[in-house]
């Protein structure tokens, strides 16, 4: 059988690991050639070496000219916007301005930036698909959460404006929201490196994987054209809400 996403070109960005790595690996298996976008060029370098049609090109997708000057040429019809991070649970009353610009750099400017070198050519082209990964964190708001989750709410805001901006544009756009994803960097670098705060998230709880999270992004982009899944909400079973979990007991 012919692979799915054989002759598509993908791009994912933070894929040097987590959520991001699991997808450029779903894409690769399924025929994709895959441009591997993360600052870490190392990193993206060694996934690069284990899939059969990648490219590591180590950038910082909060870096505007830089993404210009690196994606705007390149012949990309599937694009995945992954890029993000949270830092800190602090009330904004106490939050640090350094970090909130970091986070909403990352997130927001992120995917403007990487979008905007990237759609002109998707659209003269006629056809792709721009995945936004999103989050829970951009349908509910948690005390903690204010910076990240306007961030995610900002995302969900690109995605509907980039839906009804090109419409008929042969263009597919999918937001995919997930809840708590374990094995991944996101709860070390939110707590700071303090490895048994990031750990005592997902205590008793079966996460979802960021395997979980690339299957279903690699079950959306492979409908028939005139499909376009639009939202994915995907939550840990044990999840009911941002704030209401269920956890094991012990
Ligand atoms: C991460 C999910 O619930 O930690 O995007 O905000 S949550």
Sequence with gaps: MKSPLHGR???V????????AATA????????????????????????RELPKAHALSLDVADAAAAERE???????????????????????????AEWSRVIDTNVKGVLNVTRALLPGMLR????DVVLIG???????????????????AVRAIY???????????????????GMVGSTEFSQIRMRGDAAKAAAVYQGVDALTPEDIAE?????????????VGELVIWASAQASTTQVHRRPG
């Design 9 to 11: 070109r993908a791009l």
């Design 13 to 20: 960005t933070g894929a040097s690991a987590g959520i991001g």
């Design 25 to 48: 690996r779903a894409l690769a298996g399924a025929g994709a050639e895959v441009w591997l976008v993360a600052r870490r060029a190392e990193r993206l370098q060694e996934l690069a």
């Design 71 to 97: 994606l705007a040429d390149l012949p990309i019809d599937l694009l995945v916007d992954n890029a993000g991070l949270a830092l800190g649970v602090e009330k904004l009353s106490a939050g640090d301005p």
């Design 125 to 128: 082209r006629g056809h792709g």
């Design 135 to 153: 989050s829970v964190a951009g349908r509910q708001v948690y005390p903690g959460g204010g910076v990240y989750c306007a961030s995610k709410h």
């Design 160 to 178: 509907e404006a980039l839906r009804l901006e090109n419409l008929g544009s042969g263009l597919r756009f999918l937001t995919l929201d997930p």
């Design 216 to 228: 279903a992004l690699l079950w959306a982009v492979t409908r028939p054209a005139h499909v376009n």
